[in-house]
């Protein structure tokens, strides 16, 4: 009996050591986790309950049921509003889907050497001028009177600062200030997945005779599915939230761009200007749903949480 208690001895003991690594693990996960589960409370599930609130009742708290989303609907400006944020959500989607993806294959071609870490390094220069700082960058390039691109804006036919900004340029302005900001991340993140593909892949497509078009629309545009939807979900919330660029647009031109362009500055409008906050909270939760609904479709209809 002594001889088989010590024989089981060890294998008891490195079961002991494995279930506190085990418990270790946990423990450093939970202090992790624990960290972006406070501040989503904080910051994003009590406003947005906060919001609901607000949406569903009157400046007395009673209920009102549908009300304030009908009297926002009703509103003059907001059909217009719609139709702006939808046009460049789709000059926007359309532009990351297409370029971002072109130009991580193209930055994956060049795998190596020093043009290809450069190419990395300065897609993310941009990033760093994020927001308002952007947007102000970018009235000085369209101002032909102080720009230094005013020979091409000259050639293009624009002399004046009113004549680059008018309304019916506003949306692939818009885009291509979020692309100058944003798609360099993305698109290094593209070249990270693509560098995950599988080289036996890569190289049974080759031996198959793929050419390098053929290889990147048949082997690696698919495997990219699911980043190519992630990034989509993200671009298309955060393109629903546009702000920024109209607010600083409008207030640099004198009204020119106008101050109800997007939803989010009739929302602005409604809660400190018409000190209407039911209605600005109204809009917003129609934004919410718009962008959760957008983001189930996308995930559906990809199988993104399908098994590859």
Do not use: C
């Not at 926007?92 to 071609?109: D, G, K, N, Q, T």
């Amino acid at each position: 009996m002594t001889a088989a208690t010590h024989s089981a001895s060890p294998s008891s003991r490195s079961a002991r050591r494995r279930s506190r690594g085990t418990a270790r693990q946990s423990r450093a996960g939970v202090a992790f986790v624990a960290g972006y589960v406070l501040l989503l409370i904080a910051f994003g599930i009590l406003p947005t309950g906060y919001a609901i609130y607000f949406a569903f009742t009157n400046a007395g708290g009673a209920f009102t049921g549908l009300s304030n989303f009908i009297d926002t609907a009703q509103d003059f400006r907001f059909m217009d509003a719609v139709g702006h944020v939808a046009l460049y959500l789709l000059f926007w989607l359309l532009s990351l889907v297409v370029f971002v993806v072109a130009l991580a294959l193209l930055l994956h071609r060049l795998s190596s050497g020093t043009l290809s870490k450069s190419l990395r390094f300065l897609y993310y220069i941009p990033g760093a001028l994020a927001g308002a700082a952007s947007v102000l960058v970018w009235l000085f390039m369209l101002d032909p009177t102080v720009s230094p691109v005013n020979s091409l804006l000259g050639a293009l036919g624009f002399d004046t600062f009113g004549e680059v900004i008018a309304p019916g340029h506003l949306p692939l302005l818009f885009t291509i200030i979020a692309f100058w900001t944003g798609a360099g991340g993305w698109i290094v993140v593209m070249y990270g997945a693509l560098n995950n593909i599988p080289t036996d892949v890569m190289e049974a497509a080759r031996i198959d005779g793929a050419s390098s078009w053929q290889t990147a629309w048949h082997v690696q545009i698919p495997m990219l599915r699911k980043w190519i939807v992630y990034m989509v979900i993200l671009a298309f919330a955060g393109g629903t939230q546009l702000f920024v660029e109209p607010q600083l647009l409008s207030l640099a031109s004198v009204g020119v761009a106008g101050r109800d362009y997007a939803l989010n500055q009739l929302t602005y409008s409604f809660a400190f200007e018409l000190n209407n906050i039911n209605g600005a909270a109204a809009v917003s939760v129609e934004l919410l749903v718009v962008s959760l609904s957008a983001a189930a479709v996308f995930v559906t209809r990809s199988r993104f949480f399908d098994a590859d």
